[in-house]
């Protein structure tokens, strides 16, 4: 009780923060080049990080109030500008605007044409003066502040702020500026819905996530019926053994869909997405192999666990990609969906691992007696339905 009252009084703060943003950026921070937005987002993370939850919120709203304060100044410095009588002869021409303000001094318009450049790419502007404008109300968003505000609110268990949060911040996706970090908030905006039971806006996220992946996106669907035939026909070791595909971005998506849909009695889609799955996962894990040993061939997967054994190295990656679990529910979707060969195949090489675990003892239990599991009961579910 006590901890749920400490983060409301902390909710109320941020929240007055965000209905007096002048006051209270006099008493908690000054808009000066020793404290700009971003380094105050990056104190927020420390304090997050060290568990200092309400110290972080107060943080990330100082670093978007800073920031929208920032170029929305910038914005009305160059209104200020074209509201002269003679600059507005120049209607929607940018560069006859910017050349008068540089060559008459004025320095807060040049100022803000020069943080405006480069932030976004001048020519996306197409000379317009209309979309300069535009473009400062958008910077005045902060979508990263969003994104960890988010976090703030997902590890107080807080899932519903927490997605909007995140949804806020994939809408300025394009002003993400750490590398990955769009793809990043996928996966967690996924994460939450997951949490919540939202399982068909779950599954929405993660094919969201796939709009990348070229391959499976690819419109005549040629190479996922040829890699679908190999592996049904000829066997996981041949499939291994002909296809490579690296798409680290998307795995996760893939496998995680795919379980899934094995839970939810979908088993055609749950065959598709997990042979994405294991097919990047084995794809990083060989091309690791040859990376380290000169001649290595990849030759089947009895051979390739063997390796493993002497690579322990690669463990924490097959961990974090749950690479057994994958490949046991690759063999039961494969055998619910009618292909029992491909099935047993997969289920022998995992009978004789130890190193799969628990997968391992279900592997030995499906030789003995095959059968497609129970689907999990996921309440609210409609997906299982269709």
């Not at 009695?265 to 690791?288: D, K, M, P, W, Y």
């Amino acid at each position: 009780m006590k901890r749920i009252i400490c983060f409301t009084l902390t909710a109320l703060t941020a929240l007055m923060a965000r209905t007096a943003p002048q006051v209270f950026a006099q008493t908690r921070t000054a808009v000066t080049p020793e404290r700009p937005y971003w380094f105050v987002l990056e104190e927020g993370k420390s304090k997050f990080r060290e568990g200092a939850y309400g110290d972080a919120l107060l943080d990330f709203e100082d670093a978007r109030n800073i920031r929208n304060a920032m170029y929305s100044q910038m914005e009305q410095d160059m209104i200020d500008l074209l509201s002269r009588p003679d600059v507005r002869r120049y209607k929607d021409n940018l560069e006859m605007v910017d050349k008068f303000a540089r060559e008459q001094g004025y320095l807060r318009a040049r100022d803000a044409l020069d943080e405006l450049y480069y932030r976004i790419d001048k020519n996306s502007l197409n000379n317009s003066v209309e979309k300069m404008l535009a473009s400062f109300k958008k910077l005045r968003e902060y979508p990263e502040a969003d994104y960890w505000i988010g976090e703030m609110y997902r590890v107080e268990g807080e899932l519903v702020i927490s997605e909007k949060q995140y949804r806020k911040a994939l809408q300025g996706r394009d002003m993400l500026e750490p590398p990955g970090l769009a793809l990043e908030i996928e996966y967690r905006l996924a994460s939450v819905l997951k949490e919540q039971r939202d399982y068909n806006g779950m599954e929405a996220a993660y094919e969201n996530i796939m709009r990348s992946d070229t391959l499976w996106r690819e419109s005549n669907g040629f190479a996922r019926r040829a890699m679908a035939r190999t592996l049904k026909a000829e066997g996981i070791d041949r499939f291994l053994k002909f296809y490579r595909y690296t798409n680290p971005q998307t795995e996760a998506a893939h496998r995680e869909l795919g379980f899934y849909y094995l839970e939810t009695g979908r088993h055609g889609g749950a065959v598709e997405h997990l042979t994405f799955a294991v097919i990047i996962q084995n794809s990083a894990i060989i091309g690791e192999l040859a990376r380290r040993e000169f001649d290595y061939e990849y030759k089947d997967l009895e051979t390739l666990f063997a390796s493993l054994e002497r690579r322990k190295e690669l463990k924490a990656y097959m961990e974090d990609v749950d690479y057994y679990h994958t490949l046991y529910a690759l063999a039961d979707a494969l055998y619910a969906n009618g292909e029992e060969k491909t099935a047993r195949g997969i289920w022998t090489v995992l009978s004789k691992t130890g190193e799969a675990g628990e997968w391992r003892g279900r592997a030995l239990s499906q030789l003995r007696s095959p059968r497609v599991e129970t689907a999990a009961a996921i309440p609210g579910n409609t997906a299982a339905r269709r």
